[in-house]
C-alpha cells in the first residue's frame, strides 16, 4: 500500500537473477556469488523428500576465456563433493554412530550411456541403478533429447547449456550430484547444476522447446546481447543434506514444514517426528 498502486515483479527464477546480478554487480571473471534461499513452492508435489517449502544453498561463477568445456564442469563438480565428503566426516565426529558411505570418487556418467546400458528402466530407475554400484555419481547431460526420443529429465532452455557437443561428441554441459541414501535405499539428488547458456546455445533451446518467444523478454534480450558473463553455478538442497548427514527419511525431521493429515498420522504411528 505504500507503492502508490505501482506494479513490481517478484523474482521467480533464482538461476537468471544470480546470472545478471553478477553483471549488474560487476564482479570480476573468477569471482562470483552465493544466496541463501528460503522459497515457498506451493504447487510441488509433497512426498517424503519434497516439501513446499525449499531451502538451498545457490551459487554462481563468473568463468575465465577457455572454460566452456566438460573437463572444467568436472573440475567443479569434484570440488563441490569433496566438501560433502569432508562434512560428512565432520558429522561423524560428532555423532560416532552415523558411518561414513560416500565413496572416495565420484563417478561420471553420461545420460547416454545410461540409457544404452538400460533401455528398458525408466530415467529414475536407471539413477538407481547407477548409484547403487557406483556409491555417488554427476549424471551428465540434462534436458537433451536420447536415442530413444525421450530426455532424461526436464530442464528450462534457458538455464543450462544441454545441447552442446563437448569433446567427446556429446551432448550437456549440466548434471546433477547423486549420492545414495542408505536409509531410503534410493538415489538421493543432492546438486543440480551446469555451465549456463550463451546467446548460442539459448536460441537452439528456446528454438527445441518451442519458445522461441522468450526471446523479448528483459533477461533474455540482454543476455542475447552479450551484457552477461559466461558463468556456471547450481544450487545444494540444504534440508536434504541434513536428511543424509542426519540419516532421516523424512524431509520434515530437518525442517518446519506443512503436511498432509494422513502423512502426519503415518508417521506419528511410524516414529517419525515430524518438525
Not at 47 to 53: E, G, M, R, V, W
Not at 176 to 201: H, K, Q, T
Request: net charge negative.
Amino acid at each position: 500500500k505504500n507503492l502508490g498502486g505501482r506494479e513490481v515483479e517478484l523474482v521467480q527464477s533464482l538461476a537468471k537473477w544470480k546470472r545478471m546480478a553478477l553483471a549488474d554487480y560487476g564482479l570480476e571473471r573468477g569471482c562470483g556469488l552465493y544466496t541463501d534461499m528460503n522459497a515457498i513452492r506451493p504447487d510441488d508435489a509433497i512426498d517424503n523428500i519434497h516439501s513446499i517449502y525449499v531451502d538451498q544453498w545457490d551459487w554462481e561463477l563468473i568463468m575465465k576465456p577457455g572454460q566452456r568445456n566438460l573437463e572444467f564442469l568436472k573440475f567443479i563438480v569434484r570440488k563441490i563433493y569433496n566438501v560433502l565428503k569432508r562434512t560428512e566426516f565432520i558429522v561423524r565426529e560428532h555423532y560416532p554412530q552415523i558411518d561414513t558411505a560416500l565413496p572416495e570418487e565420484l563417478t561420471f556418467v553420461h545420460t547416454e550411456d545410461a540409457q544404452a546400458e538400460f533401455p528398458g528402466l525408466q530415467p529414475k530407475e536407471r539413477e538407481r541403478e547407477l548409484v547403487k554400484r557406483y556409491g555417488a555419481v554427476f549424471l551428465i547431460g540434462i534436458g537433451g533429447t536420447l536415442a530413444d526420443g525421450a530426455i532424461h529429465d526436464g530442464r528450462a532452455p534457458d538455464y543450462d547449456d544441454w545441447s552442446t557437443p563437448t569433446a567427446e561428441a556429446r551432448k550437456g554441459l549440466n548434471g546433477d550430484i547423486l549420492i545414495w541414501n542408505p536409509v531410503l535405499e534410493d538415489s538421493f539428488e543432492i546438486s543440480s547444476m551446469g555451465i549456463r547458456v550463451d546467446a548460442d546455445s539459448l536460441s537452439r533451446q528456446l528454438a527445441d522447446r518451442g519458445c522461441e518467444e522468450r526471446k523479448n523478454l528483459y533477461w533474455h534480450k540482454r543476455l542475447l546481447a552479450g551484457e552477461f558473463p559466461q558463468s556456471i553455478g547450481g544450487g545444494i538442497g540444504q534440508s536434504r543434506l541434513c536428511m543424509y548427514y542426519l540419516r532421516k527419511g523424512h524431509i520434515g525431521e530437518v525442517q518446519s514444514s506443512l503436511w498432509q493429515d494422513d502423512v502426519s498420522e503415518f508417521c506419528r504411528k511410524a516414529g517419525i517426528p515430524l518438525m
